[in-house]
């Protein structure tokens, strides 16, 4: 028997560390494509950030191996001291983001302009790139993270996903309460017995 109640709680300690883990992956996640969706709602027109952070899901193969499709980027904005050559950058060409990497930087007519590159493309990009149109410089990668971030930028997914969040974080808590009421509960009865045999014996003597 002792042994079940072992594996029992074992078992128990496993899915709150699981549950615990998942919180604190996905929550932030939700936190920060929380603050996104309120930008680009507000401004359609603008790449939302937090924190002067960006995201953007590959689609292509131009940056491949280094970035593949379906990873997402982490750019942060940046000053034009920042960028030097070879850094890799996120830019907007019309409605198009793009990101490639810095392989020359040019003075024209007392403007910088940036030629830029895919390492996995055989050319260079036929347009040069000032700096206004930069949305940021890449920092790191999530590797296949992309169609999940999508999947999450649906509203109607984001919200399911929230309420669900919401209802097993309360869920977890009522149950933890619980759990706390029944081991004081436990607790007072065994005081109360230990005092009624202790005066029991007081009697007896």
Known sequence: ???VK?????????????????????IPIIVFDLILIIQAERNPEVTPSAFGIKTFTIISGSMSPVINIDDI???????????????????KIDNEIITHRIINIQNVDGRLVYITKGDRNEVSDTEKIEFGQIEGKYLFRIPKLGKLSNWLKNKVVFGFILTFLCM??????????????????????RIKFEESKKNKDKKEI
Do not use: P
């Open 1 to 3: 028997m002792n042994g």
């Open 6 to 26: 072992k594996e029992q709680l074992d078992m128990r300690a496993i899915k709150a560390i699981i549950i615990n883990i998942l919180y604190i992956i996905i």
């Open 73 to 91: 980027i982490i750019v942060e904005e940046c000053s034009k001291s920042d960028l030097e050559l070879n850094d890799i950058i996120t830019f």
């Open 168 to 189: 097993g974080y309360i869920m977890q808590r009522i149950l933890l309460y619980r759990k706390v009421d029944r081991k004081e509960r436990r607790k007072e009865k």
